[in-house]
C-alpha cells in the first residue's frame, strides 16, 4: 500500500485561523487536530461561531490557515479544489431560478473551466440517485424547499467528488423532510463511497448521520471531544429510539452543556 492510498481523507494538525478586521481579531479556531478516513462520514457539531463553517471553508480552499495546516487526500486544499476532488452543500440550495433542474446540475460542466465528467453519472443520473427523476425539466419556483436541497446535492456530485462537504443543508427544512432527507443521504453516501463532512446544530442529526461526531467549543473555536458512534452503518430513522442511540445523545448534549 503506498503513502496515497492510506492518506486520510482530512487531516488537520494544530489548525488556527483568525480574522483579522479592523474591529477585533477573532480566533474562529484553534489547534484544531484531527484525522478522516477515506470513505468515512464526519458530523460536525457545536454551538454558533465555534468555527464549523470556517473549517468546511478551510477544506475547501477558501480560507488559509493562520497556523498549522490542514491536509486534503495527502496534499494542500488548492491542490484538492483544481482537482476537482471537493463538492459543496450550502444551507440555501443556491439554484439559478431560470435554470431547469437538470440545467442547475449541469451548471459545474459549464463554469470555471468545466468539471470533466468521465465515467462518473451523468447529470440524469445524479437526478435520480437523489429521488428526483421525473422533475429534470422542473424549474426551482415549482420544487419544495427538500427538492431544491436534492438538486444542490445532486450538483455537488456530479464529477464523482472524494469529498462532499455539506454546512447546515437541511437547517431550514420542517422536520419530516429533514429525516427523509438524512435516510437519503445515508443510502447516496454508501452508494458513492464518498468522504462526507456535515455540519449541523442537532444532536440527533449529527448521532444519526456520522460514523464519527467532532464536537467544538466556541471562543475560541476549539476540539472539544471526537466521539465515535458505535451503530451499524446502515440505519434508519427507528434506530433513534434505541437505549445505545440515547446514550449516545445525552452524551452529545452534556458536551455541548460544556462548551
Ligand atoms: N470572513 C470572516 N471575517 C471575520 N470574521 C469571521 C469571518 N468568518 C467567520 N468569522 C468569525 O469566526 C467565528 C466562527 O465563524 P463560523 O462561521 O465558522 O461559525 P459557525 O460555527 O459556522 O457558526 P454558525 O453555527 O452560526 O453557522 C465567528 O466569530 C465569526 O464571526
Ligand atoms: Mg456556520
Not at 480560507?63 to 498549522?68: L, M, R
Not at 443520473?125 to 415549482?142: K, M, T
Not at 462532499?164 to 432527507?181: C, H, K, Q, S, V
Not at 466556541?218 to 440515547?246: K, Y
Request: glycine share 8%.
Amino acid at each position: 500500500m503506498n503513502a496515497q492510498t492510506i492518506a486520510p481523507a482530512v487531516a488537520c494538525r494544530a489548525l488556527s485561523v483568525r480574522f483579522v478586521t479592523e474591529r477585533r481579531t477573532v480566533t474562529a479556531l484553534e489547534n484544531v487536530s484531527f484525522d478522516i478516513p477515506k470513505g468515512a462520514f464526519l458530523s460536525l457539531l457545536g454551538p454558533s461561531g465555534c468555527g464549523k463553517s470556517t473549517l468546511l471553508r478551510v477544506v475547501a480552499d477558501l480560507v488559509n490557515a493562520s497556523e498549522g495546516a490542514c491536509d486534503v487526500l495527502g496534499g494542500t486544499p488548492e491542490q484538492a479544489r483544481r482537482e476537482r476532488k471537493l463538492g459543496f452543500v450550502f444551507q440555501d440550495a443556491a439554484l439559478l431560478p431560470w435554470r431547469t433542474a437538470i440545467q442547475n446540475v449541469e451548471l459545474p460542466l459549464e463554469v470555471g473551466g468545466g468539471i470533466k465528467r468521465g465515467s462518473s453519472p451523468t447529470p440524469r443520473e445524479l437526478l435520480r440517485l437523489v429521488g428526483l427523476e421525473g422533475w429534470e425539466n422542473s424549474f426551482p419556483h415549482e420544487l419544495s424547499g427538500g427538492m431544491r436541497q436534492r438538486v444542490s446535492i445532486a450538483r455537488a456530485l456530479l464529477g464523482s467528488p472524494q469529498i462532499l462537504l455539506m454546512d447546515e443543508p437541511f437547517g431550514a427544512l420542517d422536520e419530516i423532510t429533514r429525516d427523509r432527507l438524512n435516510e437519503e443521504l445515508l443510502r447516496i453516501w454508501q452508494e458513492t463511497k464518498t468522504t462526507i463532512l456535515f455540519v449541523t446544530h442537532s444532536i440527533y442529526e449529527a448521532a444519526f448521520l456520522g460514523q464519527k461526531v467532532l464536537v467544538l467549543a466556541a471562543n475560541p473555536g476549539r476540539v472539544r471531544e471526537m466521539v465515535d458512534i458505535d451503530l451499524p452503518a446502515t440505519r434508519d430513522l427507528a434506530i433513534r429510539d434505541s437505549a445505545e442511540f440515547v446514550r449516545i445523545a445525552a452524551h452529545l448534549r452534556a458536551l455541548l452543556g460544556s462548551c
